[in-house]
């Protein structure tokens, strides 16, 4: 499978824990996207990444989020001290820059905070 | 700020009805608008874009600027369409701006 890959698909935590989530992109795709995607809403875009260069961060990225994308490959989303607002499904993306721009979507790490 | 409004949490139709799933957006500049489709047990993938003008799966929609909508039509619906639809912006940056998601439920 090409396609970008999360882990892990599902990941249950107790409050106040930290949590981190990797992406995998689609080979050779330069950008890479974090949203979160809460029950009944679409996702909502938290940060990207232009190779290993943050580029955008929402607002709804708390002090206690924080993603890395070291060598412009794969991707972490850190989370610490988690709180029960943070149960939601993390959506990564990719896509190339030079191309037409389509994002393309993994599977979502599904997290459940106790 | 850019916003999208998908008005309707569920629409369902019957095999062979025309079918349209509403989206309205508002952003000052020029946007780009896409159509992303996720099928039961699925990723999220992209069904069209409005730049393109394709028409894919006999989906189509158009960008209609004035009304600020792009709205996803399909003559006659399947089975198989049936699926969550999320309409999303393109503003200034690459990031897209989802609407809330229509379920289309198409029924034998």
């Known amino acids: 499978d090409t396609g970008v890959s999360q882990n892990p698909r599902h990941k249950i935590t107790k409050r106040g824990q930290n949590v981190t989530f990797r992406c995998d992109p689609i080979s050779e795709h330069n950008r890479l996207y974090w949203y979160r995607q809460t029950l009944g809403q679409g996702p909502e875009f938290l940060t990207y990444f232009q190779n290993e260069a943050q580029l955008e961060k929402s607002r709804l990225l708390s002090d206690r989020f924080s993603a890395e994308r070291p060598k412009g490959s794969f991707s972490t989303l850190e989370i610490q001290r988690t709180e029960q607002g943070d149960s939601a499904m993390y959506l990564c993306a990719s896509s190339l820059v030079t191309g037409p721009d389509t994002q393309y979507f993994g599977p979502g790490t599904r997290l459940t905070v106790l | ?108």
């Not at chain 2, 025309?18 to 993938?45: D, H, M």
């Not at chain 2, 600027?65 to 003559?75: N, Q, R, V, W």
């Not at chain 2, 309409?87 to 940056?93: E, F, I, N, T, V």
Request: some cysteine; overall charge positive.
């Open chain 2, 1 to 108: 700020a850019q916003r999208v409004t998908q008005p309707e949490k569920l629409l369902s139709v019957f095999k062979g009805a025309p079918v349209e799933l509403k989206c309205n957006y508002s952003y000052s500049g020029s946007p780009e608008l896409f159509w992303y489709v996720q099928y039961s047990r699925q990723r999220l993938q992209l069904l069209l874009r409005h730049i393109s003008r394709e028409s894919i799966k006999g989906f189509t929609a158009d960008l209609n600027k004035g009304e600020t909508s792009f709205h996803l039509k399909k003559p006659f619906a399947q089975e198989e369409d049936s699926a969550m639809y999320y309409c999303a912006l393109s503003g200034g940056y690459s990031t897209l701006t989802f609407g809330k998601g229509t379920m289309l439920l198409v029924s034998p």
